[in-house]
């Protein structure tokens, strides 16, 4: 049974930073890119950032680049998602996410996903 558990997310200050993890397990995910995306009430999911399994190449939304950096640990079958200088606007629920093809940006190409993890940013 694939299995992608987030952890990490949790009420914090703007300016300040939290590192989302996702454990993955069930199988492998080389090859496969992983995924954060995010839902805030009443808006539509949206992509935040995605890294490829084995190759080092990232991806991410131009609202969270320079603040949000993606990351993964091969090993321990764990993606992170490390969030600086956090904004309120930041708030939502985050999910993990894998997917083995097509454009890195849709949640439909996305075949596995976590429960999700909330992040509140108060002002």
């Known amino acids: 049974q694939v299995q992608l558990v987030e952890s990490g997310g949790g009420l914090v200050q703007a300016g300040g930073s939290l590192r989302l993890s996702c454990a993955a397990s069930g199988r492998t995910f080389s090859g496969y890119r992983m995924g954060w995306f995010r839902q805030a009430p009443g808006k539509e999911r949206e992509f935040v950032a995605a890294?490829?399994?084995?190759?080092?190449?990232?991806y991410y939304a131009d609202s969270v680049k320079g603040r949000f950096t993606i990351s993964r640990d091969n090993a321990k079958n764990t993606v992170y998602l490390q969030m600086n200088s956090l904004k309120p606007e930041d708030t939502a629920v985050y999910f993990c996410?894998?997917?083995?093809?097509?454009?890195?940006?849709?949640?439909?190409?996305?075949?596995?996903w976590g429960q999700g993890t909330q992040v509140t940013v108060s002002s």
């Open positions: 996410a894998a997917a083995s093809t097509g454009n890195y940006q849709l949640a439909s190409v996305y075949a596995y």
């Open positions: 890294k490829t399994w084995r190759v080092e190449i990232t």
